[in-house]
């Protein structure tokens, strides 16, 4: 099961709703080129169809994410574990450098100069999740094996 935080449910909710409304519009631009004639060579209800095609399967997609994904209720949230919607403080235990990270169910695309998100299922994501305070975790990238202490859960 796939974890998200309130706020990705209503964004994934939002972003259904916005497909679901372009329903209408592409199904108007199909009928309006189909119109033009020969079905064939027609560029516009081609793109339109394609339109569609990919419309519904990001509704299909989203449903089902919606459907199967728990949302984890923040103020029930393990206290002193890292867990989905939790902020935290790392150090790179190489580098000594410290960053704070957000651990998202997805990616959330907020665009944060503060705050790196990190989804769950990413290497990193897998490491933080059940980590406590002063804990060193392993994470497993392109060059190689990287340790972070966790310094503090905000």
Partial sequence: MEFITKDEKASLEARLEELKA??????NR?????ALGDLKENAEYHAAREEQGLAEAEIR????????AGV???TARPEGIVFVGATVRMKDVDSGEADTYRLVGESTG????EVFEVTAASPMGEAMMKAR????????TPR???R???????
């Fill in 144 to 146: 190689g094996v990287k």
């Fill in 72 to 74: 984890v209720d923040e």
């Fill in 30 to 34: 199909i009928a309006e080129a189909r």
């Fill in 22 to 27: 372009q329903r209408p519009v592409i199904s």
């Fill in 61 to 68: 997609r989203l449903e089902a994410r919606l459907k199967s």
């Fill in 133 to 140: 305070v002063g804990e060193v975790i392993r994470v497993n």
């Fill in 148 to 154: 972070f202490e966790i310094v503090e859960i905000l």
């Fill in 110 to 113: 907020a665009d944060d100069d």
